[in-house]
């Protein structure tokens, strides 16, 4: 039997060995943080097509909810993740919603009430490269490239890292970042290469050739340099290049513009590759209620493949969009902010921002003009309220289509009979009036 000193003995053992379990367990939760983002909207939609055709609707009610996990391990390595739901009220009644589930931007479309995994990735993260005093970070998995920067002021998000005006799509890839003001002086200086996957051309797992791709999977590949940085001034610069793009076969439209459902093909196959770039300032003005101004340029590059036709031409063919906007603090509640913003695309304009969070479509893919205006006010901790308004004006076809001739040929919406079948499925204007409750935790 053991003595009372000894019991006592083992009891202090017992009890701080249970204090030191309790304490690591506090650690590790203290590393993990979980949120939650829950968006109630309603959009009255109207567009009117090229035969002067009016096509609404009034009340698309919808909800989406983020659920949000992440783990710091220590000062160098972290884990992110964002699951997505969406989904419009009711059983959705949809005639053909064959792209709703493409990849690109199915965690942002309202189709279903499917949860997805939205973003799952890790960062690793040092103050040092090779002993030299250069902060470094390297990331891989499924990348916040939605919500991007410039876009994410009216969505009230933190942004992704892309660039909006060319980039709003999710991805599968990888970055590296090298934080470089340390070595230039240059406020903010930063260097990113980025690669992402869009597509993966594989055969099934019990083909006979199981995971061959016939190097024709879609790949990115970008670089970002953030050319200045303070807490007034932002200017970015992003290059990239999309490879193997597609587009479906056949829409079922002849060259008279008449339809034949019989003729539809939705299979895709690769027209060739595309190259965009952006640059864009944006000016905080502290001295007038904290106002922000943003200015950005970009353009876009076809390379047809082949001999076939990328956006309607077999030539490569230049794209050019601008956008302006603004935006202030609220003057009606602490939090909240009121924008206005406008952006115009080219003919031959073509963006990669399938996943912008407008109901009738990209409005920075807009070959025409397109306004918005918003009124985002906080009413509570956590919850906020935004009124807002989008209007479209196409010049072109094609805006919101893939890269090909089928979907993505840009005809002059003006010189197209309102007689013809194609009259009725081209959209010339198009308007969202969107109100929202959001609560985040």
């Known amino acids: 039997m053991l003595s009372t000193n000894a019991m006592a003995e083992v009891t202090n053992d017992a009890l701080l060995k249970r204090i030191e379990q309790l304490e690591n367990k506090n650690t590790e939760a203290s590393k993990l943080k979980i949120g939650g983002d829950y968006r109630f909207s309603v959009d009255s939609l109207e567009y009117k097509t090229a035969s002067n055709k009016t096509v609404t609707n009034d009340a698309l009610l919808t909800n989406r909810l983020w659920l949000d996990v992440a783990y710091k391990q220590d000062e160098h390595l972290e884990f992110y993740t964002k699951l997505a739901f969406n989904k419009v009220f009711g059983q959705p009644n949809v005639q053909n919603g064959a792209f709703d589930t493409f990849d690109w931007f199915s965690s942002t479309t309202n189709t279903d009430g499917e949860l997805r995994v939205k973003e799952a990735y890790i960062n690793y993260r040092d103050t040092s490269l090779f002993g030299a005093n250069i902060p470094w970070k390297f990331g891989i998995g499924r990348r916040p490239t939605s919500y991007t920067k410039l876009l994410s002021l009216r969505d009230d998000e933190g942004a992704g890292s892309p660039l909006g005006h060319i980039v709003a799509a999710e991805f599968d890839g990888g970055s590296f970042s090298l934080y470089l003001e340390n070595l230039t002086g240059i406020s903010g200086f930063s260097v990113k290469l980025a690669t992402g996957r869009g597509s993966s051309n594989v055969m099934p797992s019990i083909a006979s050739t199981p995971n061959a791709d016939n190097g024709e999977n879609i790949n990115m590949y970008a670089i970002n340099v953030v050319t200045y940085a303070d807490k007034n001034l932002h200017t970015e610069l992003q290059v990239l290049k999309a490879t193997n793009l597609i587009d ?194």
């Open 248 to 441: 479906i076969t056949n829409a079922g439209y002849d060259q008279f513009g008449s339809f034949n459902p019989g003729n539809i093909d939705l299979s895709m196959s690769n027209v060739g590759e595309i190259t965009l770039a952006s640059y864009m300032a944006l000016y905080n003005i502290e001295s007038l209620n904290n106002t922000k101004v943003f200015a950005s340029f970009a353009m876009s590059q076809t390379n047809p493949k082949n001999g076939q036709a990328m956006l309607g031409s077999t030539d490569s063919e230049i794209g050019t969009s601008f956008w302006i906007g603004t935006q202030v603090e609220s003057l009606l509640t602490k939090g909240g902010h009121w924008g206005l913003e406008f952006n115009h695309g080219s003919k031959y304009w073509r963006s990669f921002t399938y996943a912008e969070d407008t109901v009738i479509g990209s409005k920075i893919a807009t070959r025409g003009n397109a306004y918005e205006v918003y009124f985002t006010e906080q009413l509570a901790k956590g919850l906020t309220a935004q009124l807002r308004y989008t209007y479209i004006d196409y010049d072109y076809t094609g805006s919101n289509g893939f890269f090909g001739s089928q979907t993505g040929t840009p005809m002059k919406i003006s010189d197209i009979p309102a007689t013809i079948d194609l009259a009725n499925a081209v959209v010339d204007t198009a308007q969202d009036i969107r109100f929202y409750l959001r609560y985040r935790f």
